[in-house]
């Protein structure tokens, strides 16, 4: 018997893919994803189990730090989420649950959310859902992700559009999971770099066989090209 693997258990990225493809700053996906150590004080990995000392990057583990990204700027040291993020893995048996639709997408999903939040005392600021009268909402962070994520077949997150574009994206099956024209092995960065060294637009346009909308939102993504 064949087994699948799950896509999101692909390898694909180095830690410093990561920080640029994120915007985050040099040497932050390895502290989120694998853990750090500060004077002298071990800080546990917030998206692996345990530290494995690895600077290759799962698709999974890619998925999982864009989510937690969203909330980088909220002031508050978001290790805390560390004991909901493990509770999530063992509730809804999988290694990746910020990656996968189950959480967030039905209403089963955003209630046992609701409740693991809860016991695990989770700062308000750092919550995945909210409930809002009757209702349990996704908070604006996981709204800002699912903006962006996209899924098939499987719960598990596919791909992710660029910056609102349509025609740009990241897919792990794809230019090494690098920025590309949607469907296809053309990689962003051959088209920034032809425009860079003076082909025209209609050039390139026949070379590679994109149109105006492709040129204009792979200048949108140029800056992590």
Not at 45 to 72: C, H, M, N, Q
Not at 95 to 123: K, N
């Amino acid at each position: 018997m064949v087994r699948v693997t799950s896509l999101l258990h692909r390898e694909v990225y180095v830690m410093g893919q990561v920080d640029r493809l994120l915007g985050l700053g040099v040497g932050t996906a390895r502290r989120w994803i694998d853990g750090y150590e500060r004077r002298g004080r071990r800080y546990e990995p917030l998206v692996r189990e345990a530290t494995t000392g690895s600077e290759v990057v799962t698709w999974g583990e890619f998925v999982e730090t864009r989510l937690i990204a969203e909330y980088r700027s909220r002031g508050v040291g978001i290790i805390r989420m560390r004991p909901a993020i493990m509770a999530l893995r063992r509730e809804f048996e999988t290694d990746y649950p910020l990656a996968t639709a189950r959480p967030f997408l039905s209403e089963d999903g955003r209630d046992l959310v609701l409740r693991i939040q809860d016991e695990m005392v989770l700062s308000p600021s750092l919550r995945f859902v909210l409930r809002t009268n009757q209702n349990v909402l996704l908070s604006m962070e996981v709204q800002r992700f699912q903006q962006d994520a996209e899924y098939e077949e499987t719960d598990e997150v596919r791909r992710f559009g660029l910056f609102g574009t349509h025609n740009v994206v990241l897919d792990p099956e794809y230019g090494f999971g690098e920025p590309t024209i949607r469907g296809r092995r053309l990689r962003v960065s051959a088209i920034v770099e032809a425009i860079a060294a003076g082909e025209t637009r209609d050039d390139i346009k026949a070379t590679w066989d994109i149109s105006e909308s492709d040129i204009a939102d792979v200048l949108r993504c140029s800056r992590i090209a």
